[in-house]
């Protein structure tokens, strides 16, 4: 008998130099499947079409901005258009299959087929988004514009508030605005505080990232600060059982309580 066949380190070796093709080609559909990877194409497909379909004379984009914000927490902004007509502030989502929601709901749904998985909403997400560039750039809440761009093969199943979009469309809603509301001076201003205010791109920021929001969301539940939109916590009463809470000091705009037990 062949010594060979009865070697196992050959076998395996035999196996493995047959076989890491496949496994290579393994590594790299679960890559690309990653939230991490889907996150970046999302912002890249955004990103695209930004530079593709809007007047790069009137509308300069920042993208991928994280900011450190005076309570030392951090925010991260998928695309921000500074122009004439006002700082637009993106928040992209690439998800497939069914999207549940509504503007007043914490968290929404992504259905696909039988799976459901639920998820921050993202007018929520992106109020925050829009606070920290008022206090970072010192510029009237009246200059920021909120719009959030649903892209990959999903579809909405519930009626969206007017600056949700899916695909591309979100374009057309940023060229309504033709009202000047920043003059060239304040645009150049909101520029240079950008590029002097931003954390570094790199995995390291990233990482950080996350841990300071991991840190925020486990915080406990009678914080000062509003763990959705920074805002303050403050003692309100139900009116229907007198029962008391903490409820965010931004409401209508977030509506994130903390029942009192």
Request: aromatic share 10%; hydrophobic share 35%.
């Amino acid at each position: 008998m062949d010594l060979l066949m009865l070697d196992p380190i050959a076998i395996y070796s035999t196996v493995f130099s047959n076989a890491w093709p496949i496994f290579l080609l393994i590594i790299v559909i679960l890559f690309f499947k990653s939230p991490f990877m889907k996150g970046k194409i999302g912002e890249g497909i955004v990103n695209f079409t930004n530079l593709a379909t809007l007047d790069e004379n009137i509308y300069t984009p920042v993208k991928n901005v994280t900011l450190t914000l005076k309570d030392g927490s951090t925010t991260q902004i998928d695309h921000i258009l500074v122009s004439k007509h006002g700082i637009f502030v993106i928040e992209t989502k690439n998800m497939k299959g069914w999207i549940f929601g509504g503007e007043h709901q914490k968290e929404w749904t992504q259905q696909n087929f039988k799976q459901k998985h639920k998820f921050q909403n993202p007018l929520h997400q992106n109020y925050r988004h829009t606070k920290a560039l008022e206090e970072v750039l010192g510029l009237p809440s009246s200059a920021f514009i909120s719009v959030i761009a649903f892209v990959g093969d999903c579809k909405f199943k519930t009626e969206m508030p007017s600056n949700v979009f899916r695909g591309i469309s979100y374009t057309s809603y940023i060229r309504s605005f033709t009202q000047e509301k920043l003059d060239p001076l304040q645009i150049r201003q909101a520029l240079n505080k950008l590029q002097n205010k931003r954390l570094e791109q790199s995995f390291q920021t990233d990482r950080s990232h996350i841990s300071n929001l991991k840190e925020r969301f486990d915080k406990p539940v009678d914080s000062d600060n509003c763990p959705k939109c920074g805002g303050s916590m403050v003692l309100r009463q139900n009116r229907n059982n007198g029962n008391s809470f903490y409820g965010c000091s931004n409401y209508p705009k977030c509506r994130h309580t903390v029942p009192i037990a």
